[in-house]
């Protein structure tokens, strides 16, 4: 008996570390899927069979057979405890160590977490005290395990009962800062908030409008992609000082109604939009949903407010007709060169692998000549829409000449490094098809080393989302020309699309390799790298994509 009383404690031990591996890994993917159960769910649903239930449970429920039918043996129980450590001694698939964007602990994450905890205890002390309220050792054997078993099998479920049981406390939660943050903003009233929204382009926009007003303003801008209201709300309650003159705020959706919850916590007295495209098409269903919602921070904008459009996207151009009655100007920009209807338009732009110049004519017919270290043609709409957030505050032309050249790329969206005398061009941040078809044609103007794209293609774009990989394996053949130039797909499933773009452009099949993860990928180039190649990392899918 005390033989069987040390291996119960190890099994305790073991099962007890697995568990909480495996309830830290889905609490990650519900975090990863922004809290929501309606994303986290269906998440679930698509790996019944290789995640959610795994073949140590198949392991387990045979252990417990085993038990069932050896524990009057005397050394029945003996074995099942063993092999139970040895079934659960593994958390491979839940080792959080190369995660590429780690758990992070926020009050939130740690109230839910807590929650969970004590529900993926109530099996675990129920099957003890079971155990040891039985009067054989088989059945107190099989009370335990089954304990730790459905404590292990049910950690997906922990964390949809924890969020449940936790949303009236997270609302609270969120109420109390949206009041804080309104009430600071109410009382700055010689605060310019300037809001913007798009398909892609935002964090780019907001970094170059920060970059411009700093000549002349405090300017504070939300960091990184803090675009949701509990990101505005962070920023506006912990960062914003009496003495700043302009908030830059970044205005993210991905459901109808987003925006009318962005726009009453901060509403913009200048409204930027970037672009509309096939971003989120999972959730708002179709472009022109998209449109409409994104419109609704132009119909926000405050009496005598900017609104700043892009003339060259259709449904953008199209939102100057929703600009309330007693707004002020409505700012066009272009990157097709001056005409009518057009107020700040590039002409004369030349790329090159260090960036851009380009030639800006303003709506008095002024011209400047600019440089920017940003890649790409999106970025130089990027810079426009800046421009004229600048004009609009009474900056002139050559003065953000000067802080057009200092900005440097945002981390992540098209950022040039070197490494071990190879050119990495980082563009892994949320690709979508316009900025992928860029950083694939920037990608093919390298020449004298191998040329190399590493990517898991583009999500979140709904029944549309074939279509476009399949076009973005189109134009990667047609740009990665060299006889050494490589294609890498992350994930066989959801690449598969770019796999059928390359082929039908007869791109070699031995210049692709397919991986299962962007580490796997890593390992696979390390050998084969040379000083002078470029590799193009072209989106990174989150933790929760990997196929591995």
């Known amino acids: 008996m005390p033989l069987l009383y040390v291996l119960a404690v190890l099994v305790a031990l073991v099962a007890g570390w697995r568990a909480w591996r495996r309830l830290r890994y889905f609490l990650h993917v519900f975090q990863l899927e922004g809290y929501k159960l309606g994303e986290y769910g269906p998440w679930l649903g698509r790996r019944l069979g290789s995640v959610v239930i795994a073949p140590s449970h198949g392991v387990g429920l045979a252990v417990l057979l085993l038990v069932a039918l050896l524990g009057n043996a005397g050394w029945g129980v003996g074995l099942g405890l063993f092999a139970w450590m040895l079934a659960f001694a593994s958390a491979k698939r839940y080792?959080?160590?190369?995660?590429?964007?780690?758990?992070?602990?926020?009050?939130?994450?740690?109230?839910?977490?807590?929650?969970?905890?004590?529900?993926?205890?109530?099996?675990?002390?129920?099957?003890?005290?079971?155990?040891?309220?039985s009067a054989g050792v088989v059945t107190?054997?099989?009370?335990?395990?089954?304990?730790?078993?459905?404590?292990?099998?049910?950690?997906?479920?922990?964390?949809?009962?924890?969020?449940?049981?936790?949303?009236?406390?997270?609302?609270?939660?969120?109420?109390?800062?949206?009041?804080?943050?309104?009430?600071?903003?109410?009382?700055?009233r010689d605060l310019t908030v300037v809001?913007?929204?798009?398909?892609?382009?935002?964090?780019?926009?907001?970094?170059?409008i920060a970059e411009i007003l700093r000549q002349r303003f405090n300017t504070l801008a939300t960091p990184s992609s803090y675009n949701t209201p509990m990101g505005l709300c962070l920023v506006i309650n912990d960062r914003l000082r009496p003495d700043h003159r302009v908030l830059v705020l970044e205005y993210g959706i991905r459901y109808e109604g987003d925006m009318d919850e962005l726009t009453e916590l901060a509403r913009p007295d200048i409204a930027v939009v970037t672009a509309v495209g096939p971003a989120h098409l999972e959730t708002m269903g179709s472009v022109e949903r998209i449109a409409r919602e994104k419109g609704k921070l132009?119909?926000?904008?405050?009496?005598?407010?900017?609104?700043?459009?892009?003339?060259?996207?259709?449904?953008?151009?199209?939102?100057?007709?929703?600009?309330?009655?007693?707004?002020?100007r409505v700012w066009r920009v272009s990157t097709r060169g001056p005409r009518d209807g057009v107020d700040l338009a590039a002409s004369a732009i030349r790329y090159g692998p260090e960036g851009a110049t380009f030639t800006?004519?303003?709506?008095?017919?002024?011209?400047?000549?600019?440089?920017?270290?940003?890649?790409?043609?999106?970025?130089?709409?990027?810079?426009?829409?800046?421009?004229?957030?600048?004009?609009?505050?009474?900056?002139?032309?050559?003065?953000?000449?000067?802080?057009?050249?200092?900005?440097?790329p945002v981390e992540h969206r098209l950022a040039l490094r070197k490494e071990n005398g190879v050119l990495v061009?980082?563009?892994?941040?949320?690709?979508?098809?316009?900025?992928?078809?860029?950083?694939?044609?920037?990608?093919?103007?390298?020449?004298?080393g191998r040329r190399v794209i590493v990517t898991?293609?583009?999500v979140e774009l709904g029944p549309r989302q074939a279509e476009e990989n399949r076009a973005f394996?189109?134009?990667?053949?047609?740009?990665?020309?060299?006889?050494?130039?490589?294609a890498v797909l992350v994930g066989p499933t959801q690449t598969a699309p770019i796999r059928e773009g390359l082929d039908a452009e007869g791109y070699p099949p031995e210049r692709v390799k397919v991986v299962r993860s962007l580490f796997e990928a890593q390992d696979l180039l390390r050998p084969l790298l040379r000083t002078g190649d470029v590799v193009l990392y072209e989106n990174d899918l989150p933790d929760h994509y990997d196929e591995a």
């Open 425 to 448: 061009i980082d563009d892994a941040f949320n690709s979508n098809p316009v900025g992928a078809k860029n950083a694939v044609e920037i990608l093919g103007q390298f020449e004298g």
């Open 298 to 328: 132009v119909e926000a904008v405050r009496p005598a407010g900017i609104t700043v459009l892009n003339a060259d996207d259709e449904r953008v151009a199209a939102m100057a007709d929703r600009v309330p009655d007693g707004a002020g």
């Open 360 to 408: 800006v004519t303003d709506d008095t017919g002024a011209e400047e000549e600019f440089r920017t270290r940003l890649l790409g043609e999106h970025n130089v709409l990027n810079l426009l829409l800046g421009l004229a957030v600048g004009r609009a505050m009474g900056l002139r032309l050559r003065q953000m000449a000067h802080a057009v050249a200092r900005v440097e």
């Open 140 to 188: 107190g054997t099989l009370a335990f395990l089954l304990g730790w078993l459905a404590a292990d099998l049910g950690a997906p479920l922990w964390v949809i009962l924890a969020a449940t049981l936790m949303k009236p406390v997270e609302a609270g939660v969120q109420n109390h800062y949206k009041r804080a943050a309104k009430q600071k903003l109410a009382a700055q």
């Open 195 to 208: 809001g913007i929204t798009g398909s892609y382009g935002k964090t780019s926009t907001k970094f170059v």
């Open 473 to 486: 394996g189109t134009h990667i053949a047609r740009n990665l020309t060299g006889e050494d130039d490589l």
């Open 456 to 458: 898991p293609g583009m």
């Open 95 to 133: 080792d959080g160590r190369r995660e590429k964007k780690p758990l992070v602990f926020t009050d939130r994450m740690k109230r839910l977490a807590r929650a969970a905890i004590l529900l993926g205890a109530v099996p675990v002390v129920g099957g003890t005290v079971l155990a040891f309220a």
